[in-house]
């Protein structure tokens, strides 16, 4: 998994970012109370991507759905069916979970995958922009105590 997660980080220009360790995602996946799920896609008996997610829920339609937090193929063998599988292997979790929908972020500048997401039908959540509290900002709020 740390494999694919560091090649994902190296693709997006984000490596320096990554601080997780095998523990990290022993805990996440298979720990006490699993936090998250995860496959590994292969391509002739060899991995060559994977996928991350967890469930949240929405409040308005009153389902959970599937958050997808990272998704990854091998450069080299992308145009392959590969990531259309995982997205398909996903749909078809997300709907035996009883989710209403999907969800997952791509950078702006990232146009493969875009046009990869529309191609299956995925599409922007217009009006919405990802909010992210981390760090020493994360810290000072929990510590307030009024």
Known sequence: MLHF????????????????TEEH????LFGET???????????????????WFYSVSTFDGA??????DVFVEPGLRGRGIGRAIFADLAR????A??????WSVLDWN????????SIGALPREGWTLQ?????ALEALAARED
């Open 5 to 20: 997660v560091r090649a994902l980080a190296e693709y997006e220009k984000l490596l320096h970012e990554v601080t997780a």
């Open 25 to 28: 995602f022993r805990r996440l």
């Open 34 to 52: 699993p936090r998250a799920w995860a496959l590994v896609a292969e391509w002739e008996g060899k991995p060559v991507g994977f996928a991350l």
């Open 64 to 69: 959970p759905k599937l958050y997808l937090e």
């Open 93 to 96: 979790r997300a709907i035996e």
């Open 98 to 103: 009883g989710c209403g929908r999907m969800e």
């Open 111 to 118: 146009a493969p995958s875009i046009a990869f997401y529309r």
């Open 132 to 136: 992210r509290l981390s760090g020493a």
